[in-house]
């Protein structure tokens, strides 16, 4: 974050600094300061071809905050431009469980297990647990649990 800090002293209008700001946030759930840096970011590069990333961040960031909804519609954009946006798919899946919404993220998970078919729980655990607040893990977690996503070993 200091190195961001800098950069972004240096130049305010550095769109990607303001993204990765916002991922830094969204990980550590401060979910509104994320949307807040990752909102700026969009409106610094309206037309970026990496607006996927940024619809990302948003839809995790919602995630956090338990704004389940939003952070399916947000998963969603960032689907539409990149259908195969493994990430973005956890965030359905997890959300749409919390919502008990268990079909969706079923079908969700499938989509997922195509693309990514050695993820467990245990492996997500080991992707993430390095850098995501623990609440914002076990929010992921319960959610990819509830919608059927095997345990796996050596978490």
Same mark, same amino acid.
């Given at each position: 974050?200091?190195?961001?800090?800098?950069?972004?002293?240096?130049?305010?209008?550095?769109?990607?600094?303001?993204?990765?700001?916002?991922?830094?946030?969204?990980?550590?759930?401060?979910?509104?300061?994320?949307?807040?840096?990752?909102?700026? /970011?969009?409106?610094?590069?309206?037309?970026?071809?990496?607006?996927?990333?940024?619809?990302?961040?948003?839809?995790?960031?919602?995630?956090?905050?338990?704004?389940?909804?939003?952070?399916?519609?947000?998963?969603?954009?960032?689907?539409?431009?990149?259908?195969?946006?493994?990430?973005?798919?956890?965030?359905?899946?997890? /959300?749409?469980?919390?919502?008990?919404?268990?079909? /969706?993220?079923?079908?969700?998970?499938?989509?997922?297990? /195509?693309?990514?078919?050695?993820?467990?729980?245990?492996?997500?655990?080991?992707?993430?647990?390095?850098?995501?607040?623990?609440?914002?893990?076990?929010?992921?977690?319960?959610?990819?649990?509830?919608?059927?996503?095997?345990?796996?070993?050596?978490?």
């Amino acid at each position: 974050m200091a190195a961001l800090d800098r950069a972004l002293a240096l130049n305010p209008n550095a769109a990607h600094a303001w993204l990765f700001r916002g991922n830094i946030h969204t990980w550590r759930n401060q979910p509104e300061a994320a949307i807040e840096a990752v909102e700026r /970011a969009r409106r610094l590069s309206p037309f970026d071809p990496y607006a996927f990333v940024f619809a990302l961040n948003i839809a995790i960031a919602h995630f956090a905050a338990r704004r389940f909804e939003q952070a399916i519609e947000w998963a969603d954009r960032a689907l539409h431009e990149q259908p195969r946006l493994v990430a973005a798919m956890r965030v359905k899946v997890a /959300a749409n469980a919390h919502l008990g919404h268990l079909d /969706a993220a079923r079908a969700e998970l499938a989509r997922v297990l /195509a693309i990514d078919p050695k993820l467990t729980i245990a492996d997500f655990l080991r992707r993430y647990a390095h850098f995501a607040a623990p609440e914002v893990l076990e929010l992921f977690v319960t959610g990819l649990r509830l919608a059927g996503l095997p345990e796996g070993g050596g978490a």
